[in-house]
């Protein structure tokens, strides 16, 4: 096993909008996540990923960027940038910039060329295509409802838009593009910056004719945009023009990745991706992979996907390990239970930090944050929301109340509420009106609050982080799989030379015990290394609480 410091790191997400406003304008900054460095690293936390910091017009968040070298002025200067990365490093943290090259924003100067002159060169940076039978080319869905094709404002073909439609997708094909990109990370690495998140990165290469779906009905043509035919091809080009003899990190966003496909962008001699961002574990509570048609979870199915994953990348490849960022609900709210969110919010921790592969922690979990309730679609800003919201309200699938109820659980602005520092005005995240709303329970939920309570989910968060740095079991061991048949504890092995760590994590409300195996003696336990209930010692059938996470290290 080749060793390397993206494997043993623990990175820490932050959505720089919604973390800290030190200018009163509502949205947050980057003297911000200047102003909280001394937080990150008494967490525990060894890299930050940033996400989009880029001038945009915001159609979504900032992953609808119109310059990729310079910082949108809500953020900060070049300047700020500069001595922000500096600090990081000197707090011993490492920065990794998210990069969005499967579209531009519409008012990207390469657009804005490509739609004003019919003969401009830019017009082969993205794709446009001739209508038919007076509509769009095909029957190619959009990501976030409608059609995949919008017409040009000015003349006569429709381009392609996987995302909203003012994000038009880069034409990877034409090599002008790929130059472009590679200009910009290289503009990055140059100042400094150690890694790169590539959004939805397997998306960029698509079946050059672009055909319909079968049918007339409007579909996601994932065989045509996933994982296409040069995928492969681009990103060892990318290495080549960018990473090779560095020790820059990737971890590119996968929708619609196998396990199978993952070893083959992961594997360490391929030269294409560190790890993948995949899904497959964000589609377990829906049905046919569609989050707004939302069904209940089961714990074999979710120990089955990550089970499969654990073993697909034990001997090439590696995993990323997440279970909420910006674009998904509270991890809490969804896979844990906001009656026993303490409890459950370190159970989660736990399972996070003691699976095979590099964790990511979205900003405020570690604080036990949850989902946001909001129940008036006036309160929502996030473009797939309201896109949803107006489709279903044209097609009467639905009643209002409903569709509010799905949103209320689904949205991805329930990750997008302000951080709670404190219980004060606008849970200490501004001075002037918040971007999006501040949830209410942050008068309950803040750092400030958990701070002070060595109890805390805050406080069991660093001891977990620290936990997961020094017992090299839990970053380089095997998985073994315990139990598989019971239907609340989920219980695995790390094993790594002489070192062997017991996890039991009971996913239910309800107390349960398990009958460890023969292979794990109850005698063979010398310490309880972490555990967030007041279980002292291991016996052969052993309690569980509700919600009760054990690690023991056994001889």
């Known amino acids: 096993m080749k060793k390397s410091w993206w494997k043993e790191a623990v990175v820490y997400q932050i959505y720089p909008r919604s973390f800290l406003d030190t200018d009163g304008d509502g949205v947050g900054d980057l003297r911000g996540v200047l102003s909280k460095l001394d937080y990150l690293q008494s967490l525990g936390v060894t890299a930050v990923w940033l996400c989009p910091i880029y001038p ?127 200009s910009v990370l290289n503009f990055w690495k140059q100042k400094g910056v150690d890694g790169f998140r590539l959004d939805v990165i397997n ?10 779906m079968p049918g007339e009905s409007l579909q996601l043509a994932v065989p045509y945009f996933a994982n296409g035919p040069h995928i492969h091809e681009y990103l060892r080009e990318m290495n080549l023009r960018v990473l090779e003899g560095t020790e820059l990190m990737t971890v590119g966003e996968m929708v619609f990745v196998t396990p199978e496909q993952a070893r083959l962008y992961t594997a360490e001699d391929r030269h294409e991706l560190n790890m993948v961002f995949h899904f497959e574990h964000m589609g377990l509570d829906c049905i046919g992979g569609n989050k707004w048609k939302p069904r209940p979870w089961s714990l074999p199915e979710f120990k089955q996907c990550f089970g499969e994953w654990q073993e697909a990348l034990a ?73 949803h919201y107006r489709d279903v309200m044209q097609t009467g699938e639905q009643d209002e109340a409903e569709l509010m109820a799905v949103i209320v659980d689904r949205s991805r602005d ?6 709670q520092w404190n219980a004060g005005f606008n849970a200490g ?27 805390s989910v805050l406080a069991y968060y660093r001891r977990m982080i620290r936990l997961h740095k020094q017992e090299p079991a839990l970053i380089y061991g095997d998985y073994q799989p315990l139990c598989i048949e019971h239907p609340q504890v989920y219980a695995y092995l790390r094993e790594w030379e002489n070192q062997r760590i017991l996890v039991l994590l009971n996913f239910s409300a309800n107390a349960t015990e398990i009958c460890l195996p023969d292979t794990v003696q109850a005698g063979s336990a010398t310490a309880l290394l972490i555990g967030n209930g007041d279980i002292s010692t291991l016996e052969q059938n052993q309690p569980l609480a509700s919600y009760e996470a054990q690690v023991w290290q056994l001889s």
């Open 203 to 212: 998306d960029v290469s698509k079946t050059p004719d672009l055909p319909a």
């Open 429 to 455: 995240f501004t001075t002037g009106t918040p971007r999006i709303g501040v949830n209410p329970n942050h008068t309950q939920i803040n750092a400030e609050a958990e701070e002070r309570d060595i109890t």
């Open 315 to 387: 001997r090439e490849g590696w995993n990323s390990l997440y279970l909420n960022n910006h674009d998904q609900p509270r991890m809490v709210s969804r896979f844990g239970s906001e009656k026993f969110r303490e409890q459950s919010a370190k159970l989660l921790c736990t399972f996070l930090l003691t699976l095979r592969g590099t964790p990511f922690l979205f900003q405020g979990e570690e604080l036990g944050m949850t989902n946001a309730h909001m129940d008036r679609i006036s309160e929502y800003q996030d473009v797939d929301t309201l896109n």
């Open 56 to 182: 945009s017009p915001n159609v979504d968040n900032g992953y609808d960027i119109s310059d990729y070298k310079a910082i949108a002025p809500e953020f900060g200067t070049m300047a700020d940038f500069e001595l922000m990365l500096s600090e990081m490093h000197r707090h011993g943290l490492r920065l990794i910039m998210d990069m969005v090259f499967n579209h531009t924003s519409g008012q990207h100067p390469w657009f804005q060329q490509a739609i004003s002159d019919p003969a401009s060169p830019y017009r082969n940076y993205y794709f446009f295509r001739d209508g038919q039978d007076g509509g769009p080319p095909n029957n190619w869905a959009s990501h976030f409802s409608f059609s995949a094709w919008q017409k040009e404002p000015y003349g006569k073909q429709y381009y392609l838009h996987l995302y909203a439609t003012e994000q038009p997708d880069l034409n990877w094909d034409c090599p002008a593009v790929r130059e472009e990109v590679f």
């Open 414 to 419: 329930n990750a997008r509420t302000p951080m």
